[in-house]
Nanobody, 126 residues
Framework: QVQLVESGGGLVQAGGSLSLSCTASGRTDRAYDMGWFRQAPGKEREIVASIGRTGFITYYTDFVKGRFTISKDNTKNTVYLQMSSLKPEDTAVYYC???????????????????WGQGTQVTVSS
């Protein structure tokens, strides 16, 4: 059984930086496609960024381009999200997602992922 454990959330002032990490356990024989989603109060969960199993293919939603960087370390089954120039509207619960599916696509949607973390709160104060 695959489990995802996130860490790194917290409170930061606008303009500041924060780094999230997520480690997958349970299946270590293959690399995961992984992604970060977020859900703000009263809103639906949305994609933030995703990265393919090799780490070469990445996707960013428009509102984080140039501010967030997704990366992964397959030796540790860990994905990272480096967030900078944070804005109050980035406040949300951030979720890590992963899948072992082998189709070569850029993953942007929740249904493309099979495993989810418990979420970590990111709060950006103005």
């Amino acid at each position: 059984q695959v489990q995802l454990v996130e860490s790194g959330g917290g409170l930061v002032q606008a303009g500041g930086s924060l780094s999230l990490s997520c480690t997958a356990s349970g299946r270590t024989d293959r690399a995961y496609d992984m992604g970060w989603f977020r859900q703000a109060p009263g809103k639906e969960r949305e994609i933030v960024a995703s990265i393919g199993r090799t780490g070469f293919i990445t996707y960013y939603t428009d509102f984080v381009k140039g501010r967030f960087t997704i990366s992964k370390d397959n030796t540790k089954n860990t994905v990272y999200l480096q967030m900078s120039s944070l804005k109050p509207e980035d406040t949300a619960v951030y979720y890590c997602a992963a899948t072992l599916r082998t189709d070569l696509v850029v993953r942007k949607f929740e249904y493309e992922y099979d495993y989810w973390g418990q979420g970590t709160q990111v709060t950006v104060s103005s």
